[in-house]
C-alpha cells in the first residue's frame, strides 16, 4: 500500500510539473503577458 | 358414492363456481411490460429528449436509444425468466383425486369446483375448505391454522380448513369454499404482508435515486436559468446544458443492471429446479450466517429402512403380529419401511385400528383377541428407553430411531420387540454441511424429532458440535433467556412450531438467518426468517410462505443457490461505483455552472458516448461474471469509496481547464475534447481498479473499451461535437492524467479517514453499514 501510495504520489507529480511545462508552453507560444494572465485569473475569481 | 356427474360440473364451471384462485409466482405479460415501460426515470428521459428536439439537435436525442435498448433488455429478461418459472409451477403441482360420475380422477386444485367429493389420503394437502361426508379415522393437522400441532380425530360433517394436512387415515369430503373465499388464501395474504419482500440492493439504489430526484428539479431549473440568462447562451444551447447536467445525474443503467443481474440469477436458479419467489431471497442467501434445518427431509432424504428386529420375546411371531397390523391406507414414511421389511397379512380380525399420530406418538391395533401397539415406548409402557440399554445401545449411538411392539393382555402392556429403523440419510448431505462450514456459516438443526437422534445423524455425518443438543422442553419461555442460550446449541429437538418461530427470531437479533423446512410445523418460522426455503415435497403453505422453493426437494442445490446470490450482489457492488461516478461528476459540474454561470462542460451525446464505451459495455459483462466471495455489509460505503474520488478528481480537472481556457481566451469548444478524453480516462482508471486482479478476459474488456472510446473521439469528432486531436490537447490529457492518479489517491485517503470517523458514530454506523 506505501509503494502503491509512493509511485502514485511520484507520478502525479510528475503530472504536476508536466501541467506546469504545458502551460509554460502555452504562455510562449500564445505570447500572453504574465501581468495579463493575472488580471483575468482575478477577474474571474472576482467576476464569479 | 358418484359424487358430481360431467353437467353438474360443466354448470359450476360456467357460472364461475371453480377453484381457480391459483398461486401466482410471477406478473402477467402485460403487467411486465408496464412497469417496465411506466418508470419515473422513462418519463424523464421522454420529456428530456422532447426538450432537446425542440433544440434541433438530433444526435442529442441519442441517449433515448440507452433507455430504449434497457427497457427491451429488462422487459425480455423478466419474461423470460417468467417462462421458466411458470413452466417449473405447473410440474411442481400436486394433483386432487375427485370423484366424478362415480369413478376417482386425479385433477388440478384450480380444476375443482363447488360441491365436489375430494378423496383424501394421509399426507395430502387439504386445497380447499370442505366437509367430511366419511371417514375411515381420519386425523388432521391443522397446526397452520390453529397453531395447535396435535393431530385432530375428524368425523363425518365435520369440516376442514385449506391449508391442513391429512395426517392418518382416509376421507371424502365436499368442497364447499372455492378460490378466495378459502381459509388458506387470506392466510397466504396474510404471510405474504408480514414480510418486506422488496431486494435489498434495489432498496440501498431506490434510496440513491429518490436523493438523485430530490435534486434533479432544483439543480436542473437553476442550471437552465444560470445557462440562458447568465451565461450569455441561445436558448437551445442553454437546454443542451441543462439535459446533460440532468441526464448525467440519474444512474439509469444501474437499476437496469440490477434488475437484469437479479433475473439472470432467477433464470440460472430456475434451470437448476429452484424457484426464486421473491427476488430478495436470492440476495439475502448471499450473505446469510445461520441456517437452519428442519432434519426430516433435509439432512435425512425422509425416506425409512427398517435395520434390525430385537425380539425380547422369543415364543411371539414379530412378522405375523406387524404384518396384520399394517394398514393398507396408511403410508408415512415409518409405515413404507415397515411395509417393505414385513410383509402385509390379513390373518387376524381387526376390531378397532387407531392410526399413528405425532402427537400420541403410538398406533393401535385391537384384534378379535389381544391388543398391540408399536411406537414410542415411553408414551406405550411409559417405562424409560435407558432399561433396556443392553438391547439398544448400538442402535441409538447410531441414530436410528426406535419402534416399540407391546402386547396388552390383562391391562398389563408387554414389551415384545424393537424395531430399529433408520432415516437414510442424502448422499450429498455432508458435502452441503461442509460447504457451509467453509463459508462460515452456522448451522443449526431445529426439529420436532428428538434431539439425540438428530444429535447421532449429524455425528454420522462427522458434523461439529453434534453434542450441543437442547430439548423444546429444556428452552426458557422468556424471550431474553432464549436469546442469551439460543447461539450456543445446535441441536434444537422436540420443538413446537411456536418454538420454532422464537428460535429463529432470537438468532435473527445478531445474524441473518435462512430457514430450510417442508412441514406444517416449519410455516411460522419460515415467515420469520430472513429467507424461507421450502421443499417442493414438502406442504403448499410451507411454499407459499418461503422465498425460495427447491423442487427437486434437494438442499445440496444450496451452495449453488449462495453461489449465485453472491455473483449479484459482489458484482452489482463492483459495478455500481462506474454508474456513481457519472452522478457524483454530474451533479457537482452542474453546482460549478450555476455558481460560475458558465457553460455546462458536457453536451448530451458526449456523455451517452461516455456512458455506453467506459460504463455500461463493460458493466454488462463484469455483472455476469462469476464471484462467489461473501457478501460483507457496507455496500453504500464501498460503492461511495470508488465513485465520489473519482467524480471530485472528473470535477478538479474541468475546473483547471476553465481556468486555463479563461486565462489563455482560448474558445471553451476546443477544450471539450480534452475534458471528454480525461472523463473517459478517468473512468477507464475506476474499471481497471475494479476488475483487478486482471485475467485474460478483463484484460481484452480493458483494452477493447480504451481503443473504441478514442477510434471513435478520433473518427467521429463531428458526432461527438469535439475538435480533433492536436499537440497541445494531447499534452493537456497526459500531463492532466498523471497528475489525476494522485488526485483521486489523496480524496480516497480523505474519504477513508471521515468514514473512520463515522464509523465510530453508532448512529452513521447504522446508516451506512
Not at chain 2, 414379530?318 to 391406507?329: A, K, P, R, T, V
Not at chain 2, 434444537?492 to 438467518?513: C, D, H, W
Not at chain 2, 430472513?530 to 417442493?536: F, H, M
Request: charged content about 20%.
Amino acid at each position: 500500500m506505501e509503494k502503491k501510495t509512493s509511485i502514485s504520489r511520484i507520478i502525479g507529480i510528475i503530472g504536476i510539473f508536466a501541467l506546469l511545462i504545458v502551460i509554460l508552453i502555452m504562455v510562449i507560444v500564445y505570447k500572453v503577458k504574465y501581468e495579463d494572465m493575472m488580471i483575468t485569473f482575478f477577474k474571474f475569481l472576482a467576476y464569479n | 358414492m358418484n359424487g358430481l356427474t360431467r353437467q353438474e360440473v360443466e354448470y359450476r364451471y360456467n357460472n364461475g363456481l371453480v377453484n381457480n384462485d391459483k398461486v401466482k409466482y410471477t406478473r402477467s405479460i402485460k403487467t411486465i411490460v408496464i412497469s417496465n415501460l411506466l418508470t419515473l426515470f422513462n418519463l424523464l428521459n421522454i420529456i428530456l429528449a422532447i426538450l432537446v428536439l425542440t433544440t434541433g439537435s438530433i444526435q442529442n436525442v441519442l441517449f433515448v436509444n440507452t433507455i430504449l435498448f434497457n427497457t427491451i433488455i429488462a422487459i425480455i429478461q423478466e419474461i423470460k425468466a417468467k417462462h421458466i418459472l411458470d413452466k417449473l409451477a405447473i410440474s411442481n403441482q400436486d394433483l386432487v383425486t375427485v370423484i366424478r360420475d362415480g369413478k376417482e380422477e386425479e385433477i388440478k386444485p384450480q380444476e375443482l369446483v363447488l360441491d365436489d367429493i375430494m378423496v383424501l389420503h394421509s399426507g395430502d394437502d387439504v386445497v380447499v375448505d370442505a366437509v367430511i361426508v366419511k371417514s375411515s379415522s381420519c386425523e388432521v393437522d391443522e397446526s397452520v391454522v390453529t397453531g395447535e400441532s396435535d393431530a385432530l380425530l375428524k368425523k363425518k360433517d365435520d369440516s376442514l380448513l385449506s391449508g391442513s394436512i391429512i395426517v392418518s387415515g382416509k376421507c371424502y369430503a365436499k368442497v364447499t369454499n372455492i378460490g378466495k373465499d378459502n381459509y388458506a388464501s387470506s392466510l397466504i395474504k396474510e404471510a405474504s404482508v408480514i414480510k418486506d419482500d422488496s431486494s435489498y440492493l434495489k432498496k440501498v439504489i431506490n434510496q440513491i435515486l429518490k436523493f438523485v430526484t430530490f435534486l434533479i428539479v432544483p439543480t436542473g431549473i437553476l442550471l437552465f436559468i444560470s445557462q440562458y440568462f447568465y451565461s450569455n447562451q441561445t436558448y437551445s444551447e442553454a437546454i443542451l446544458s441543462t439535459v446533460a447536467g440532468i441526464i448525467g445525474m440519474i444512474p439509469e443503467g444501474l437499476v437496469l443492471l440490477t434488475s437484469v443481474a437479479l433475473t439472470v440469477g432467477v433464470i440460472k436458479m430456475a434451470r437448476k429446479k429452484v424457484v426464486i419467489q421473491k427476488l430478495h431471497g436470492i440476495e439475502v442467501l448471499s450473505c446469510v450466517d445461520v441456517l437452519c434445518l428442519d432434519k426430516t427431509g433435509t439432512i435425512t432424504d425422509g425416506t425409512m429402512e427398517v435395520v434390525d428386529v430385537i425380539a425380547i420375546d422369543k415364543k411371539s411371531d414379530i412378522e405375523e403380529i406387524i404384518g396384520n397390523m399394517l394398514d393398507e391406507s396408511s403410508n408415512n414414511a415409518t409405515d413404507i419401511a415397515l411395509k417393505k421389511h414385513f410383509k402385509q397379512k390379513n390373518n387376524y380380525e381387526v376390531v378397532e385400528r387407531i392410526p399413528f399420530s405425532s402427537s400420541r406418538k403410538y398406533s393401535k391395533v385391537v384384534f378379535k383377541n389381544k391388543t398391540y401397539y408399536l411406537g414410542a415406548l415411553e408414551y406405550i409402557t411409559k417405562e424409560k428407553i435407558t432399561k433396556y440399554d443392553s438391547y439398544l445401545l448400538t442402535y441409538l449411538e447410531k441414530g436410528y430411531r426406535i419402534l416399540t411392539l407391546a402386547e396388552e393382555s390383562t391391562n398389563k402392556i408387554k414389551v415384545i420387540a424393537f424395531i430399529a429403523i433408520k432415516d437414510n440419510v442424502r448422499k450429498n448431505a455432508k458435502d452441503t454441511l461442509n460447504y457451509f462450514k467453509e463459508q462460515e456459516v452456522n448451522i443449526k438443526i431445529i426439529s420436532g424429532d428428538d434431539p439425540l437422534t438428530v444429535s447421532s445423524i449429524l455425528r454420522q455425518l462427522d458434523f461439529e458440535n453434534y453434542d450441543k443438543y437442547i430439548s423444546g422442553t429444556a428452552l426458557p419461555q422468556d424471550f431474553e433467556e432464549l436469546k442469551k442460550i439460543v447461539n450456543d446449541y445446535t441441536i434444537f429437538g422436540r420443538v413446537t412450531p411456536y418454538q420454532k418461530q422464537s428460535i429463529i427470531k432470537a438468532l435473527k437479533e445478531n445474524s441473518t438467518v435462512a430457514m430450510i423446512g417442508d412441514g406444517v410445523n416449519d410455516i411460522l418460522a419460515l415467515k420469520e426468517a430472513d429467507c424461507g426455503i421450502a421443499l417442493a415435497s414438502g406442504i403448499s403453505a410451507a411454499r407459499s410462505a418461503s422465498d425460495v422453493v427447491l423442487t427437486t426437494a434437494d438442499f445440496g442445490v444450496l451452495p449453488s443457490i449462495v453461489n449465485e446470490g453472491r455473483r449479484v450482489v459482489n458484482n452489482i457492488e463492483k459495478v455500481a461505483s462506474l454508474y456513481l461516478v457519472k452522478t457524483t461528476y454530474s451533479f457537482i459540474l452542474s453546482i460549478l455552472s450555476i455558481v460560475i454561470s458558465h457553460e455546462y462542460p458536457f453536451y448530451p451525446i458526449q456523455l451517452s458516448l461516455i456512458s455506453s464505451i467506459c460504463v455500461g459495455l463493460p458493466s454488462f459483462f463484469l455483472a455476469l461474471e462469476p464471484n462467489y466471495k461473501k457478501v460483507t455489509s457496507g455496500f453504500i460505503i464501498k460503492v461511495f469509496r470508488n465513485a465520489l474520488p473519482s467524480g471530485i478528481c472528473v470535477f478538479v480537472n474541468i475546473f483547471l481547464l476553465i481556468m486555463i481556457c479563461t486565462i489563455f481566451h482560448k474558445d471553451f469548444e476546443k477544450f471539450r475534447l480534452i475534458i471528454v478524453a480525461l472523463t473517459g480516462l478517468i473512468n477507464m482508471r475506476l474499471l481497471y481498479n475494479i476488475c483487478k486482479p486482471l485475467n485474460l478476459r478483463r484484460e481484452i474488456l480493458l483494452c477493447f473499451c480504451i481503443i473504441v472510446f478514442f477510434e471513435l473521439l478520433i473518427l467521429l469528432p463531428d458526432l461527438f461535437l469535439v475538435s480533433r486531436f492536436n499537440i497541445l490537447a494531447i499534452l493537456l490529457i497526459l500531463s492532466l492524467a498523471f497528475m489525476d492518479i494522485y488526485i483521486i489517491e489523496f480524496f480516497e485517503d480523505i474519504y477513508d479517514k471521515i468514514m473512520e470517523k463515522l464509523m465510530r458514530r453508532n448512529k452513521w454506523k447504522k446508516r451506512l453499514v
